[in-house]
Nanobody
């Protein structure tokens, strides 16, 4: 069992920064890759960033490359998503999730455990 709890979602103006945190627990959580996925109103959930279980490889969706950074702090059992230069189109519910393959799948269906989600709203 893996438990994930997000924090940090809020309302910000376009161009500002925000950091989301995903606190992980459970005996095996470090064997999982962790991804941040988002779902905007009327759109499908999509992966925006992922980090492999080893922490040596990351993935970013084209829409966030150069603006978002995913990182893992094993000492704190936390995975972060630093979001810079936010745009109104980044508005969505952001969830962290754990992928048992350890690779950080592009498909949301591959993620086994999910946090409760955090609302991020970017105003223009």
């Amino acid at each position: 069992q893996v438990q994930l709890v997000e924090s940090g979602g809020t309302l910000v103006q376009a161009g500002r920064s925000m950091r989301l945190s995903c606190a992980a627990s459970g005996r095996t959580w470090r064997t999982y890759a962790v991804g941040w996925l988002r779902q905007a109103p009327g759109k499908d959930r999509a992966l925006v960033a992922a980090i492999t279980r080893s922490g040596d490889s990351t993935y970013y969706a084209d829409s966030v490359k150069g603006r978002f950074t995913i990182s893992s702090d094993n000492a704190q059992n936390t995975v972060y998503l630093q979001m810079n230069n936010l745009k109104p189109e980044d508005t969505a519910v952001y969830s962290c999730a754990a992928d048992k393959s350890g690779l950080g799948s592009r498909s949301p269906g591959a993620y086994e455990y999910w946090g409760q989600g955090a609302q991020v709203t970017v105003s223009s």
